[in-house]
């Protein structure tokens, strides 16, 4: 039988699938990966379902999906990014253009030359749209720390993406 716990839950994680899913996809460029960890951050948000209060379940699971890629990293200790960082997250309109592909397809190669922190940084500031107070309590590190990996994140994208065009310009 069915309570008003799992009913609010359902509804939560219906809506939050979608963010989370494209959180780990930034953070992983592997739709398997990323799928596997949303899942899993909605697993144990589940179990703490009554800890948790509704307005912070996203914050909550965020932190949770961030927590386990970590995990994942450490097990590993390599940043896998491969054919699959190719493969295109559709918007929430759907769109699937070939422009809109390409940068979809350039943002998972820019975001895959950055180191873990430097990605999540990036991520949570741009793509959650954090402020860098907000962004340094979710990763529990300074706000100084945050504004010096996301200047270093964002001048190495400046390089890259200034590579990319030359090699552009090159090949025309």
């Known amino acids: 039988?069915?309570?008003?716990?799992?009913?609010?839950?359902?509804e939560f994680a219906t809506t939050a699938w979608p963010r989370l899913h494209r959180i780990g996809y930034l953070l992983t460029g592997d739709h398997h990966l990323a799928e596997d960890l949303a899942q899993a951050a909605?697993?144990?948000?589940?179990?703490s379902w009554s800890r948790v209060r509704?307005?912070?379940?996203?914050?909550?699971?965020?932190?949770?999906?961030?927590?386990?890629?970590?995990?994942?990293?450490?097990?590993?200790?390599?940043?896998?990014?491969?054919?699959?960082?190719l493969a295109v997250v559709p918007t929430a309109g759907g769109s699937t253009s070939a422009a809109t592909v390409e940068d979809r397809d350039q943002v998972v190669r820019l975001l895959a030359g950055l180191s873990e922190r430097e990605r999540r940084v990036v991520v949570l500031r741009h793509y959650c749209d954090l402020s860098e107070a907000a962004v340094a309590a979710e990763l529990g590190i300074a706000p100084g720390t945050v504004k010096s990996a996301l200047s270093r994140a964002l001048a190495k994208l400046r390089v890259s993406i200034t590579e990319d065009t030359d090699e552009l310009r090159g090949a025309l």
């Open 1 to 10: 039988m069915r309570n008003q716990r799992d009913d609010a839950f359902d």
């Open 54 to 85: 509704a307005g912070d379940a996203p914050a909550y699971a965020r932190r949770v999906l961030l927590n386990l890629n970590v995990d994942r990293l450490r097990r590993k200790r390599v940043v896998e990014v491969g054919d699959a960082a």
């Open 42 to 47: 909605l697993v144990r948000t589940y179990s």
